[in-house]
């Protein structure tokens, strides 16, 4: 199997570990994707979900070596090869003046990508007829695992030192969606030009498409160098069914928000995620993926991973095959285009640790 293959099927199948207290802590519950845990195979770092059920009953698990030698990763019995994994990161170590772990704050993805959800809230989340029905944002918040509003000042102080004792490279800044027609951008804003004032870091703003696309330049004025605007799912009906809070935001509107906003960032500059598996077609994904690459949009296709706890928690992930096949169309396109997640300045799909998009690029 060559490595497209492997990291394919890691991300649909997941990671049976015997101890997963290996490398950095793994993330629970939260915003995005999650129940993952950070490896390296070969030279790719990749998030590889390890608390699902699905991972329970994974082909994939790993053999301990002697101390000093890496784990080795094996399919059934048969060796894949040696895989790594991140250590934990020193700035976990501190604390806020008043107390706070940082890791509350911020936490590292991958190996080199700080992330943060600087409001655990959402508007939709408590009320199941409007709750996008993937989403655990609460969970960590409910857990004790983070705290509900990050202070710009908190933010800029994690960001510091991460970049200081960890060389974390660029940030992603996500929010619930509060109770406001900005959609959170005002406090992105805020919490943007805090972190730029004390670290130059490059950083990625995530949140819903505002009611106001002049939040487009306040952001970027503010030091944010890409966005991401999150579609999920495409087709009208899996929309109603599976995120219907949500989808009283029309596609149509997703796609003016795309527009205006690359003419502020930039093309290849806006990103959003693409879940597959919760029940778009192959035909969709891939359509939806050109018509989002044409208007300078990277589409970022991520492999749907049941977060315990969830509406879908029994969902079942789609199919490795599923998954290789649609990289390699949306890859394609990418090519033909000459976009890359290398490219963009920040962010998720610049990381790409929760898709193996990125090695269909070239």
């Not at 699905?54 to 894949?80: F, H, K, N």
């Not at 579609?231 to 509107?253: F, N, W």
């Not at 502020?264 to 969709?284: H, I, K, N, P, R």
Request: aromatic residues 8%; hydrophobic residues 40%.
């Amino acid at each position: 199997m060559n490595a497209q293959e492997v990291i394919t099927e890691l991300q649909s199948k997941g990671l049976k570990l015997l101890d997963r207290n290996q490398g950095a802590s793994g993330r629970r519950g939260g915003a995005g994707p999650s129940d993952h845990k950070a490896i390296q195979v070969g030279e790719t770092t990749v998030m590889v979900p390890v608390f699902t059920d699905t991972a329970a009953d994974s082909p994939y698990t790993v053999q301990l070596q002697e101390t000093g030698e890496l784990p080795i990763l094996t399919r059934e019995g048969t060796v894949i090869g040696p895989i790594a994994f991140p250590k934990q990161p020193q700035f976990y170590g501190l604390q806020t003046a008043d107390g706070i772990p940082y890791w509350k704050i911020a936490l590292l993805h991958s190996h080199n990508v700080l992330a943060t959800t600087v409001l655990q809230t959402c508007i939709r989340y408590d009320n199941r007829r409007t709750a996008c029905q993937f989403c655990a944002i609460e969970q960590s918040l409910a857990a004790g695992r983070t705290i509900a509003q990050k202070t710009p000042e908190q933010l800029a102080e994690v960001a510091e030192a991460a970049v200081r004792l960890d060389g974390v490279e660029n940030l992603v800044m996500t929010t619930g969606t509060p109770n406001t027609t900005d959609r959170g951008a005002a406090y992105l804003t805020d919490c943007a030009r805090a972190v730029k004032a004390r670290v130059n870091l490059p950083i990625q703003a995530q949140c819903e498409p505002p009611n106001d696309f002049i939040w487009f330049e306040r952001l970027q004025a503010a030091g944010v160098d890409s966005l991401g605007m999150h579609l999920e799912v495409v087709d009208a009906a899996v929309r109603d069914r599976i995120m219907p809070g949500k989808a009283r935001v029309p596609v149509s509107y997703y796609f003016q928000a795309f527009e205006a906003a690359v003419k502020v960032f930039g093309w290849g500059q806006v990103s959003t995620y693409l879940l597959a598996g919760l029940g778009d077609s192959l035909e969709t994904l891939v359509e939806t993926s050109d018509r989002l690459i044409q208007i300078g949009v990277y589409p970022f296709v991520v492999p749907f991973v049941p977060i315990g706890g969830t509406p879908l928690a029994a969902h079942q992930p789609p199919s490795s095959e599923f998954m290789f096949t649609l990289y390699q169309q949306v890859g394609a396109l990418l090519k033909k285009a000459g976009m890359s997640s290398d490219d963009i300045n920040a962010g998720c799909a610049k990381c790409g640790a929760c898709s193996a998009l990125k090695a269909f690029e070239k």
